[in-house]
């Protein structure tokens, strides 16, 4: 299910994250930014998980070689946004009820169950994410 656009708060997954700090997509870097610079000016809330931080850096360090110093600044930095929140996001039950049956990657099922059981649609580039979701009828935007 695709969602409206007055909703303000949002889920973000890792791809929206690394297309907003490195130059790997033009197009998804600007859609993302949109909604950063949205959190910034108070009009949305972009609401990151601790799983998402995890696979961030993991993928900074090992697929971009970025140095953790670097990232650290990055993250902190992120942080500083008004509009963005960190939040635990680990709800085990719910993610063992979709997985590996409805939803495959363990990461994207993290990302599922936080939408599920805070009531926050997921900002995603996925599609075949974002058909899965839709089939457990989880709120999402396709960007």
Not at 6 to 25: A, E, K
Not at 32 to 61: K, M, R
Request: with cysteine; net charge negative.
């Amino acid at each position: 299910m695709d969602i409206e656009e007055q909703m303000n708060s949002f889920l973000v997954g890792t791809n929206c994250l690394i297309s907003y700090t490195t130059t790997r997509s033009k197009i998804q870097s600007e859609k993302i930014s949109g909604y950063i610079e949205d959190a910034s000016n108070f009009q949305a809330e972009i609401i990151i998980i601790s799983n998402i931080f995890t696979e961030f850096v993991y993928t900074l360090q090992s697929i971009y070689k970025v140095d953790s110093i670097f990232i650290n600044h990055m993250l902190c930095d992120l942080l500083k946004n008004p509009g963005i929140k960190h939040q635990q996001g680990y709800f085990m039950d719910t993610i063992l009820s979709v997985w590996p049956d409805k939803i495959k990657d363990y990461g994207d099922v993290v990302l599922a169950a936080a939408a599920f059981e805070l009531k926050i649609p997921v900002l995603t580039f996925d599609k075949p994410f974002s058909r899965q979701l839709s089939l457990i009828n989880i709120p999402y935007k396709l960007l």
